[in-house]
């Protein structure tokens, strides 16, 4: 069974920082892309930034500049820091990872329960 778990959400005024964490657990052979997407009241999940297991990286536009995405595959973590935050930032933060639990398994693609980032004053 492959988790993942995430955490570092909060309330953060406008122009602050949060750093948010992923962590993969479970039977876990190899990590292939993991990240990031979000989703605000009456809106759908969207895309936010993604990390390929060589370190390329992908953001949305509205992102870019102010979020990284860095990955510590030595502990199947990958992370969301973000800076100068607005308060359309404000969303419940998915992670997510494309997962092969076995060598001889396809990769599925695998989601966290998700954490809440307010950004307000």
């Known amino acids: 069974q492959v988790r993942l778990a995430e955490s570092g959400g909060g309330l953060v005024q406008p122009g602050g920082s949060l750093r948010l964490s992923c962590a993969a657990s479970?039977?876990?052979?190899?990590?292939?892309?993991m990240g990031w997407y979000r989703q605000a009241p009456g809106t759908q999940r969207e895309f936010v930034a993604a990390i390929t297991g060589g370190g390329s990286t992908n953001y949305t536009d509205s992102v870019k500049g102010r979020f990284t995405i860095p990955r510590d595959n030595a502990k199947n973590t990958v992370y969301l820091q973000m800076n100068s935050l607005k308060p359309e930032d404000t969303a419940v933060y998915y992670c997510n990872g494309a997962i092969r639990p076995f060598y001889y398994s396809p990769y599925a693609n695998y989601w966290g329960l998700g954490t809440q980032v307010t950004v307000s004053s």
């Open positions: 479970g039977i876990i052979n190899s990590i292939s892309a």
